[in-house]
């Protein structure tokens, strides 16, 4: 039994690295989206290096990696313990993060973290969405809506009644806070840019 969760955390892990920003940058735009904005990976540099559009679609795909890879136990018809679908998430996370494809550096986690909620607990995920997007229109920051959003996930997530949950999601938060660093630095000092699309 312990060679069939091998291989779906290794799998789990190998859906999480695909590099949907880089991947789509290089094949519709000619562009390598490491080499603008910020450098980063993520969908929100998707956004602002290939557009609308092809930025809304590394969202959707990131988000899925993490829907996808909290789902395996179901796919493959493992009967487990709902918790280890968390498990297999958390390893999408991890790809998304340090990707083989993309020389272990990819996005900050917060697309693929979102999957990994709707894939477990739908509700709670439309709840994230509908904060996000509101803390996005009042204050303009990607990656202050990510920060925000991740903390209210977690104080939503007490509401599931399911620990496992709620301590996978706060250290999703912490993991998203540390990642964003950098931002939050560039808040402080007025230099992080804003969305002109919302």
């Known amino acids: 039994m312990i060679l069939p969760f091998i291989l779906l955390i290794v799998l789990a892990y190998l859906i999480g690295s695909i590099p949907s920003g880089l991947w789509i940058g290089k094949l519709f735009f000619q562009k390598d ?3 603008h904005g910020s450098g980063n990976l993520g969908a929100t540099n998707a956004f602002r290096v290939l557009g609308l559009l092809p930025g809304s679609i590394v969202t959707a795909i990131d988000i899925l990696k993490g829907t996808l890879a ?7 018809h493992l009967h487990v313990d709902h918790h ?3 498990l297999t998430g958390i390893f999408a996370i991890i790809g998304h993060s340090f990707p083989i494809f993309a020389g272990f550096k990819g996005g900050k986690a917060v ?3 979102a999957g990994i909620i709707l894939g477990y607990a739908p509700l709670l995920f439309i709840a994230v ?3 996000f997007l509101i803390t996005l229109k009042i204050s303009k920051y990607v990656s202050l809506s990510s920060m925000i959003t991740a903390v209210i996930a977690l104080l939503l997530s007490v509401f599931a009644k ?3 949950l709620s301590l996978l999601i706060a250290c999703i938060a912490i993991f998203v806070i540390y990642r964003h660093r950098t931002n ?3 808040i402080k000092n007025g230099t992080e840019p804003k ?3 919302m």
């Open 184 to 186: 939050i630095a560039r």
């Open 70 to 76: 909290t789902l395996l136990p179901l796919v493959f």
């Open 84 to 86: 280890f679908y968390l």
């Open 33 to 35: 989206i490491r080499e």
């Open 129 to 131: 969405i509908i904060v």
């Open 111 to 113: 697309a693929t973290s």
């Open 195 to 197: 969305i002109t699309w």
């Open 162 to 164: 399911d620990w496992v």
